[in-house]
């Protein structure tokens, strides 16, 4: 009796046919998926712009709040602004006078050191402690650390450059010492100097360094640069001197472009900074604008 032989398996036909519609369904799902990717991707890229722009503007921000009054400026076509760093201050001793007269903590400050004279000090007090500074008592502060007291316009920056006594501003060649009065810190120069007018408030700031915030859209960067020379006009060149000889360091890349524009206040308004900045990569594109007022009351 002959038995006739079962085939199990694939035809080649069947074979084809599989590998035809596998091949479909998987670039019809690569297809469906390709626009969700493409859009995270975006997305992505947009949130790390705004996370680099967002984190420039606070650091240009905190560095404006801190400026000199009057002492912002802005060149190359509003790409560059400097401005002069305060780290402190403090209100000075003018008139003479005895802490806690008749009391467990009296102290005498009647003596002429105790006082700003404005006729040509090395030495007086201030009301309380010199704030916002990291010292020691009899240490001299940084060479180039500065003491302006009524900085009322822009010539503060010819001023700090040439040196002039009497000035708004003491020299870079003038040291500066705190030492402790009892219950005061009185502030010590090397040399004497004159301030040409008294502060309404007697305020004095200690100025550390002269900053710039410069745009180069050629190079995708926004550069922050420190610790440099004052000079009367303001630089812009980071390849050439003051700015070569600073302390450089990117504040943001992917820089397409930005702009920055200073309206000076009065009196009784505070001055106003516009921050505009653009970033973009890989086609996308993202645009910040902040507006800091400045205090230019000195």
Partial sequence: MRHRSSRSGFSLVELVTTIALTGLLAVGFAQLLQHPIRGYA??????????????????MARDLRRALPNSIRIAAGGTAIELLHTQGGARYRLDPGVNDPGGPAEQDHRADDDRLGFGGDTRWNVLGRVRNVAFSHGVPLPAGVRIAIYPTNSSIWARAA?????????????????????????????????????????????????????????DGSLWRIDGYSITSGQPTDPALAPLAGGRASRAADHVETCRFRYLPGTASRAALVTLEVVLAEDGERVQLLQQVQVDNAP
């Fill in 162 to 218: 040439n040196g002039t006594n009497p000035s708004p501003i003491t020299p870079a060649t003038t040291r500066i010492t705190i030492v402790d009065d009892g219950d005061e810190d009185q502030i010590q120069l090397s040399a004497s100097h004159r301030f040409q007018h008294e502060s309404p408030s007697a305020r004095l700031f200690l100025v550390d360094t002269p900053i710039t915030y410069l745009c180069d859209p050629a």
């Fill in 42 to 59: 975006a997305v992505s890229r947009r949130a790390e712009l705004v996370s680099i722009a967002d984190a420039s503007m606070r650091r």
